[in-house]
């Protein structure tokens, strides 16, 4: 049985091709296979990860690592297991990895610090870590809790834990800035107990995601949804 409580939110996001193909891309110029994929969810990003095979995907969620299997049963040089990042690694991990990946994963962790030691321990020497998280904590909202999160981060928030836990910040940026908007004024507007997003938020916003998408890979933009870096092991 599947425990993660915003299933449904996972389940409505997965109709959002562009904006999870405008994700993916941003990561996978950086991995180096084997590459191992933290808090996959329901695997809708993980289907762009495949070319980077051999890829170790993982859930804290017994019930989404089943759910895992089956979709991914017929892939070759895919592992798919229970992973708990914030319990110690086994030794057959550690210095492993030269690529550790997670999107919106370290929000949910109430140890996000001992998170990243213990991928600190199972990447290998100038191994890269890549984060996307929830960004600005003016912008937590009733749905930030009821999706579990613990915190959404700051940009130099960001970066000092990951420098504190042994990495050295290569690029960090602002991701989205039309779904911070979106996101903060929504849960304002919305009296309803009922926050959840609906397919159609999400289909109106996809459609213009390919503008988005322009629009950021030319202007470096002040604020956004996520934050993204890319830290690598010292």
């Given at each position: 049985m599947?425990k993660?409580?915003?299933?449904?939110?996972?389940?409505?996001?997965k109709?959002?091709?562009?904006?999870?193909k405008?994700?993916?891309?941003?990561?996978?110029?950086?991995?180096?296979?084997?590459?191992?994929?933290i808090?996959?969810g329901?695997?809708?990003?993980?289907?762009?990860f495949?070319k980077?095979?051999p890829?170790y995907?993982?859930?804290?969620?017994s019930?989404?690592?089943?759910?895992?299997?089956?979709?991914?049963?017929?892939?070759?040089?895919?592992t798919?297991?229970?992973?708990d990042v914030?319990?110690?690694?086994p030794?057959a991990?550690?210095?492993?990895?030269p690529?550790?990946?997670?999107i919106?994963?370290l929000?949910?962790?109430?140890?996000?610090?001992?998170a990243?030691?213990?991928i600190h321990?199972?990447?290998?020497?100038?191994?890269?870590?890549?984060?996307?998280?929830p960004?600005?904590?003016?912008?937590?909202?009733r749905l930030?809790?009821?999706l579990g999160?613990?915190r959404?981060?700051?940009?130099?928030?960001?970066?000092?834990?990951?420098?504190?836990?042994?990495?050295r910040v290569?690029r960090?940026?602002?991701?989205?800035?039309v779904?911070?908007?979106s996101?903060?004024f929504r849960d304002?507007?919305?009296h309803?107990?009922?926050i959840?997003l609906?397919?159609?938020h999400?289909a109106?916003?996809?459609?213009?995601?390919p503008?988005?998408?322009?629009?950021e890979?030319?202007?470096?933009?002040?604020?956004?949804?996520?934050l993204?870096?890319?830290?690598?092991k010292?």
């Open positions: 599947i993660y409580q915003g299933i449904s939110t996972l389940e409505v996001l109709e959002a091709k562009n904006y999870n405008w994700i993916a891309d941003e990561l996978l110029i950086h991995i180096t296979s084997p590459a191992l994929e808090g996959a329901t695997g809708n990003l993980t289907r762009f495949l980077k095979k890829i995907i993982t859930d804290i969620d019930g989404l690592v089943k759910d895992l299997k089956r979709k991914f049963s017929g892939e070759k040089y895919v798919v297991r229970v992973f914030t319990k110690k690694p030794k991990l550690r210095s492993f990895f690529t550790v990946f997670g919106n994963v929000e949910h962790l109430e140890e996000d610090d001992t990243l030691k213990n321990s199972i990447l290998k020497k100038n191994g890269k870590l890549l984060v996307l998280v960004a600005k904590r003016r912008a937590y909202t930030d809790k009821e999160h613990f959404r981060y700051e940009k130099k928030e960001l970066s000092e834990k990951l420098t504190k836990n042994g990495f290569e960090i940026y602002f991701f989205n800035i779904g911070l908007i996101w903060y304002k507007a919305t309803s107990k009922d959840n609906k397919s159609h999400i109106i916003f996809d459609s213009i995601v503008i988005l998408r322009f629009v890979s030319k202007i470096k933009i002040p604020v956004g949804i996520s993204i870096a890319i830290a690598r010292l």
